[in-house]
């Protein structure tokens, strides 16, 4: 077993601890504070968790670079290799890279929650090409990518001024010093100098690896020192310094155990030459609980097979893409966790005789590259396969093309994907389609030396849903997709709600071989064999053998055509209960496929110059085009409205002032928040059932985790129970009755965010079943409507309309919309801080950041405020105002101790309002932001110091919340009308009324008024003044020249 399990994190070395076998690669950059990369959906489908995997691969004597989501990918899965974050990539202190400046002058970014995503998979693909990535693969590279607001234009108009460079010097150094692509040229070739060097540092590795008896290192380089010599990185084309020193190459990064170290502005980190030099060893980690899983990874193909044999339950893992998503979310029970990314024989591709075998746990992108090098130059050696063999391996490259993000095809395996058994797997289809076996392999019965091979069509290895024919020892080894006979044909189908990263709704693989009539036959080419296979149309792929036989010895004309459609009907079958529903559009899916096929078949029979028919309907040829999408591309129009101004805005990019803290990784979210010394993480108890009576909770197995802490429910709240935000009319937590699966029932609180997790979902709440409305019909058949009646907007006579007979067409049905999963993007998280010994809570909740950095930014764009390195430091919260806006508000209530209390009173309202008698015409103004329209003297400021997560900041102006800002307001406003009070002005606060007998005097009284504030600088609030009325209302009362009467909702 190796002595450490190490791994490099941008650049700096750390030793994994033990005890995080069940977690994953984000779990551990955000403990150790790098908190750029994001928890967003958390099952590799929003890709705000994206990094670079680097790897030293030793069978091509490669660095590979990967985007990898890391929300996904065990801990241990990444040992011995090098994760760049975003927080590698650049900052603001040393400099951004230009991915980094492009995004943040493209104004790529709004929330900024997926922005680090997008950056590193930009930056992974730049870093992993050795030539020209156009515009379509950027857009291919960002399908595992997703934005929930910005839109995605501005970030493609960001990443496209990447395209074009190939065969580059893609470092960050060349493209920020804007060197011309023929400079940027790599003149040694597509490898460049950087496979020199990795060649060169492995041959010098050897004696840096030879290890003392205590495991010290010989011959290692001083600690600091690049290993790369002058020769290594010498281009030797020009032998001159390689330009390209930047981008996959092997060095050494500063200190091993220091800090981390910057290469440099807009350098890019290099690879640590001891990955180069380390070999794969054995790995055994354990869980942070005994029952936890434990990590192994052998490196040798036998003993994983002894593992399997002494542990069948144990599940291989190599991306973890299936594993992951039932750890977190199904909360998978398995002791064994093994890792198979290190065992040879599994990762193997093989070009044979009979066709490609591909080893199980080879990677669907490392296949992708196999299968495209493959039919581009017909294979490597003497050997140069006919196109007209690798009509499989096309079928299967294209449909791989579809399969999932770049990220997921990273590290998911062939060998997972089978064994998943997903009923809408899309390569299943293909494997039985073109007539694949399985290579299944087990240690044979009483030996340890010996192992059992067993060989599985593909066609008969899935027996139902998720169940496949693997006995309990076996694994599977290989796959062999054996070479396509001449006259055979292969195609796959996919049709999914959209291209990119989607599951399928159906899809299919499909193989046909054609013969042509023998001599005194009919000379028709006709079917010698064929094989049509659908997924997502049941529990497992769907060969549609009935529609085969009916094809095997007949002419491909379109009479065979409908009756095989016809047939198809038989063989495909979806119930009305089916689930995933869409029961008729499947089924037309799945006749349309096979139509596709058919015209796809004739037309590669033509353009080989057999007509098998006439193709009389050219109308349908473009059912066999292939699809090509086009790079995608915006247009903004605007009127400038005549020439554009330098200094305009129009047209010109506007970075805001957040872009630059979001494309680092910088930007703080409430998951960000650097975690207070004992903080305790909490959990929700929720309701597993639509509704049901609450007989009791069962806490015994929760309190046994690691870490619990306590159990809060309805029982424990001091005051009422009831919330809302108008109406309290529902349970924080549910007491007696829940009414709706997720309802919340209590709350667990643990030392650690998973042991809280865990002891959560341990929790067993036991109901007594009451009756429920699931659909909108059962809530119509029990006479349950909500009250009162929905407001509806009615034009004209509608039932008029239809009857009249006037209307072109009356189209009527029932449109029936079911239930969806949430896909979060940013989780909602709440920060909770007790103050003044818990009387009070702080709470920072991620609804509420974006609305904090907008006011700030606004208040300091207005002058309000600056920042500050004021020893006060009062905290914020925010006060919801009547229109549901959130006000930004300083808890100054220490401050407010120690204030010397202005004891000038404020005029009571109902002495103001004694004043109007007689009046007729009445004018409100109220000030804008009122207090704010009062300077603070310039010694006292640092006193208003207030801290954020954004910065500390210190008030210019008069804020909320100061014990003397009413009185001070109240003296300002006196002062300025002093003349005027009692006569026609009333004044509180920041609220004023002119009252007048005439309106003559009123108009003179308004004039007065208004320049008395223009004169004094004040600003007042259009939307809130009323000119000019004879009734308004003022200080919560309703002023009419016959009276003065309270409000009905303020008695």
């Known amino acids: 077993m190796a002595k450490d399990a190490i791994v490099y994190i941008n650049g700096r070395r750390k030793v994994l601890p033990d005890g995080y076998a069940e977690r994953t690669l984000l779990d551990y950059l955000r403990d150790i504070g790098l908190c750029g990369t994001k928890l967003g959906c958390g099952e590799g489908g929003c890709g705000a968790c994206t990094v670079m995997v680097s790897r030293y691969d030793d069978a091509s004597k490669k660095i590979i670079h990967q985007s990898v989501n890391s929300c996904l990918a065990p801990l241990y899965s990444v040992e011995g290799m090098h994760v760049t974050t975003v927080e590698g990539v650049g900052n603001r202190r040393d400099g951004l890279h230009p991915v980094q400046e492009s995004m943040v002058r493209s104004h790529g970014s709004q929330c900024g929650f997926c922005t680090p995503g997008f950056i590193m998979s930009m930056y992974s693909l730049l870093q992993a090409s050795s030539s020209k990535p156009s515009e379509e693969e950027i857009e291919d590279n960002l399908a595992g990518n997703l934005c929930r607001c910005t839109g995605y234009r501005p970030i493609v108009d960001a990443f496209r001024h990447f ?101 440099g502005k807009h350098g890019d980190l290099h690879f640590p030459r001891e990955l180069v030099a380390r070999k794969a060893q054995p790995l055994l980690m354990r869980s942070w609980i005994s029952e936890g899983p434990v990590w192994v990874r052998p490196t040798r193909f036998a003993d994983l097979l002894r593992i399997k044999a002494m542990y069948p339950q144990a599940r291989l893992v190599v991306g973890s893409t299936e594993v992951g998503v039932e750890l977190r979310f199904k909360h998978l029970s398995c002791p064994l966790l093994v890792g198979v990314t290190h065992v040879a024989e599994l990762n193997e591709v093989e070009v044979t005789e009979e066709g490609l075998r591909i080893g199980a746990a080879v990677t669907l992108s490392h296949l992708e590259a196999v299968l495209k090098e493959l039919l581009e130059d017909g294979g490597s050696g003497t050997r140069k396969w006919e196109k007209w063999r690798m009509e499989g391996c096309a079928a299967l490259l294209h449909q791989l093309h579809w399969f999932a993000g770049r990220q997921i095809r990273n590290v998911a395996s062939v060998g997972g994907n089978i064994v998943t058994a997903s009923p809408i797997s899309d390569l299943n289809p293909v494997w039985m389609a073109t007539a694949s076996v399985f290579e299944l392999e087990a240690v044979a019965d009483g030996e340890q030396e010996q192992s059992r091979k067993r060989e599985v069509p593909a066609s008969g290895f899935f027996l139902g849903y998720r169940r496949v024919d693997l006995r309990e020892k076996e694994i599977l080894r290989s796959v062999l997709l054996p070479w396509t006979r001449r006259w055979e044909f292969v195609k796959e189908f996919k049709q999914c709600h959209r291209r990119d990263d989607d599951i399928a709704i159906v899809n299919a693989g499909m193989r046909v071989k054609l013969r042509k009539g023998e001599e005194g036959e009919h000379e028709d080419w006709v079917v010698e064999d064929a094989c049509l296979v659908y997924g997502g ?219 809280a997790k865990l002891a959560a979902h341990r929790v067993v709440v036991t109901y007594e079943d009451l009756p429920a409305c699931i659909t909108i019909d059962e809530a119509i058949k029990a006479n349950l409507y909500h009250t009162p009646a929905p407001l509806t907007v009615t034009k004209g006579d509608v039932d008029a309309c239809f009857s009249s007979g006037e209307c072109d067409y009356v189209i009527e049905g029932v449109a029936k919309m079911g239930g969806q999963e949430h896909f979060y993007l940013e989780p909602n998280s709440t920060f909770v801080v007790p103050v003044d010994g818990g009387a009070e809570m702080h709470c920072v909740s991620s609804t509420q950041l974006a609305v904090l950095r907008a006011q700030l930014d606004d208040m300091l764009d207005k002058g309000w405020i600056c920042p500050s390195s004021s020893p006060y430091c009062a905290p914020v919260l925010f006060v919801r105002k009547k229109n549901e806006d959130l006000r930004l508000c300083i808890n100054y209530r220490k401050l407010n101790a120690q204030t010397v209390r202005n004891v ?148």
């Open 163 to 263: 395209a074009g460079i190939g065969n580059t010097n893609t470092s960050a150094a060349a493209i920020s010093h804007g060197a011309k692509e023929s400079e940027r040229v790599c003149k040694a070739g597509e490898g460049g100098c950087s496979d020199n060097a990795a060649k060169r540092a492995e041959e010098s590795s050897e004696a840096a690896s030879s290890e003392t008896e205590d495991g010290s290192a010989q011959g290692r380089v001083a600690e600091g020192a690049s290993i790369q010599n002058s020769d290594s990185m010498k281009c030797p084309v020009t032998n001159h310094a390689c330009p390209n020193h930047g981008r996959s190459s092997v060095d050494g990064i500063g200190d091993i155990e220091g800090d981390q170290q910057n290469p």
């Open 537 to 755: 149309v049941g529990p497992i792929p769907i060969a549609a053998n009935r529609t085969v036989r009916g094809l095997i010895g007949r002419r491909w004309t379109p009479d065979t055509l409908t009756t095989a459609l016809a047939n198809l009907s038989d063989d495909v079958v979806i119930t009305k209960d089916a689930p995933g529903g869409m029961v008729e559009f499947r089924k037309s899916l799945a006749a349309s496929f096979l139509f596709k096929f058919f015209v796809h078949v004739a037309m590669k029979m033509e353009r080989e110059g057999e007509n098998v028919i006439s193709l009389p309907w050219n109308e349908h040829r473009s059912a066999a085009s292939p699809y090509i999408r086009s790079p995608s591309h915006g247009m903004q129009y605007y009127d400038n409205g005549g020439p554009v101004s330098p200094e305009g805005a129009v047209g010109a990019a506007s970075p805001h002032l957040s872009g630059a803290l979001h494309c680092t990784g910088e930007a703080q979210y409430a998951d960000d928040m650097p975690f207070p010394v004992d903080g305790l993480h909490a959990e929700l108890v929720l309701s597993t059932r639509p509704h049901a009576r609450i007989k009791g909770v069962d806490l015994a197995a929760a309190v046994i985790v690691p870490g619990f802490v306590g159990y809060y429910g309805a029982d424990d709240i001091p005051g009422k129970n009831d919330i809302g935000p108008v109406l309290h009319d529902e349970e924080c937590f549910a007491s007696k009755v829940v009414t709706c699966v997720g309802q919340v029932i209590g709350v667990i609180v643990a030392e650690t965010a998973m042991a």
């Open 904 to 1051: 000038g009173p404020l005029p009571r309202i109902d002495d103001l309002l004694e004043r109007l008698g007689g009046a007729k015409y009445f004018f409100k103004l109220d000030l804008k932001s009122g207090y704010h329209q009062i300077s603070i003297r310039p010694n006292d400021c640092y006193k208003s110091g207030f801290k954020t997560r954004y910065g500390h900041f210190e008030w210019v102006v008069m804020p909320f919340g100061l014990t003397n800002a009413p009185t001070t307001l109240q003296a300002a406003m006196t002062n300025e009308f002093r003349a005027m009070l009692d006569r026609f002005v009333l004044v509180y606060l920041d609220d004023i009324l002119v009252y007048s007998r005439t309106l003559e005097d009123h108009l003179e009284h308004l004039r007065r008024v208004l320049e008395t504030l223009r004169r004094a600088d004040y600003k007042a609030n259009r939307g809130k003044c009323e000119f000019v009325w004879q009734e308004l209302e003022y200080l919560g009362h309703f002023v009419t020249p016959e009276g003065i009467s309270p409000l009905s909702d303020k008695i």
